[in-house]
């Protein structure tokens, strides 16, 4: 199984936020602090805004936010979001068509995989993957948060 890179944009744009979290910051920081495309993340801060977990703010003192704690935003949740589909086999889609099919165990045991896969993601919020705050605040090369102006 792979993520896409759009769900990898997704937990990064989240992480960055969760840093950061009294201060409006632009898609150009978060792009720039991971050396990523902001076209990319115009599209990831777009989901993230009708999906309810970032707040966009226009004009020149714009940005963006979290829309509530990191301790309320479900990794699980946030991936099913992010992912196109989470078929993992041409067999398990809509136009599956396949001999075995009715008796397939391989099918049950991809199928298992996948729930327990997003079970352990279910066990994490955005402020667990936020833990070891000043090692990511650094290599993000983002100020302590007493040094960051507020929104």
Known sequence: MRLTVFTDYTLR???YLALRPDTL?????????????????????????????VITVRGQRGGLRLARPASEINIGAVVRRAEPD??????????????????CVAAGAIDEALRAFL?????????????????????LRIGEPSEQSTV
Not at 25 to 43: C, E, F, G, R
Not at 122 to 137: F, I, K, M, N
């Open 13 to 15: 744009t989240l992480i």
């Open 25 to 53: 910051v632009t898609i150009s920081d978060v792009a720039s602090a991971y050396q990523i495309s902001t076209n990319h993340l115009m599209k990831v801060v777009h989901q993230l805004a009708l999906s309810g977990d």
């Open 119 to 139: 079970a352990t993601l279910d066990r994490y919020t955005l402020a667990d993957l936020v833990q070891p705050r000043a090692a990511l605040a650094g290599l």
């Open 86 to 103: 989470l078929v993992l086999m041409p067999c398990f889609g809509a136009q599956a068509a396949c001999t075995i099919q009715p008796s």
